[in-house]
């Protein structure tokens, strides 16, 4: 039973480019959060998506960064014309629904540097 | 407001030995859960522990367990006989309510080292 499938694992960009970032969720789970998290710094929440919705987006930035879940495929975190300050590691997580005690489960990241 | 404070943010534990990690948390919503996540030097997020506002009994998984103080809103993660393979961040995170579709919110992490 795959886990959470993130890729690429590592990706690097020029400033002003564009950033895909892919997130396969585990098999079963409807639910897909985006974190994002600074070297030394713990693991901030960006969005949380079900299949072709968007449901708390509290953590995103207004600007440059998009999220979607379609109904076929991955879910993709899209973080247009890319900052220095946009380099961390972006991790995603997946959940099943209707269960309170269930833990995120997450996948290995992806570490994106801005040069 | 900060919603998980570990006030720790390095710690060292002697190979064999045990350590607590600590946790704050503040929530005015009667149902919640508790989680903790090892992340080591590879990167990756491990869940470890989990407990439930209603639990009645602290949890346990192995070597690990939750010192849960509900009147004092902390959820202290132990560690008992302490290996190397211990070392790396620990991160403690809640979810508010009891629905799956709440994020978890996290802390800023305790780095664990264990010493040979």
């Known amino acids: 039973n795959a886990g959470v499938m993130q890729n690429p694992r590592h990706l690097v960009r020029r400033r002003g480019q564009e950033a895909r970032l892919r997130c396969s969720p585990m098999k079963g789970h409807s639910h897909v959060y985006w974190y994002r998290q600074l070297p030394e710094e713990g693991l901030k929440f960006m969005v949380y998506l079900q299949k072709e919705n968007i449901i708390d987006e509290s953590g995103m930035p207004k600007e440059r960064f998009s999220a979607e879940f379609p109904k076929e495929g991955p879910s993709i975190l899209r973080i247009q014309q890319v900052v220095r300050g946009d380099s961390a590691a972006y991790f995603c997580a997946s959940s099943p629904p209707n269960r309170g005690d269930s833990p995120l489960h997450f996948g290995n990241g992806t570490r994106l540097t801005v040069t | 407001a900060q919603k998980i404070t570990q006030t720790q943010p390095g710690m060292f534990v002697q190979e064999k030995e045990a350590v607590t990690l600590d946790c704050t948390y503040d929530t005015s919503d009667p149902s919640y859960g508790l989680f903790w996540y090892k992340q080591p030097s590879s990167g990756e997020m491990i869940f470890l522990i989990y407990?439930?506002?209603?639990?009645?009994q602290n949890a346990t998984e192995g070597r690990y367990s939750l010192n849960f103080q509900k009147a004092r809103k902390s959820a202290n993660l132990v560690i008992s006989a302490s290996q190397l393979g211990d070392s790396a961040m620990y991160f403690c995170?809640?979810?508010?309510?009891?629905?799956?579709?709440?994020?978890?919110?996290f802390g800023s992490g305790t780095r664990l080292l264990v010493r040979p």
């Open positions: 995170a809640m979810r508010e309510g009891m629905d799956s579709s709440y994020k978890l919110i």
């Open positions: 407990q439930g506002s209603y639990d009645q």
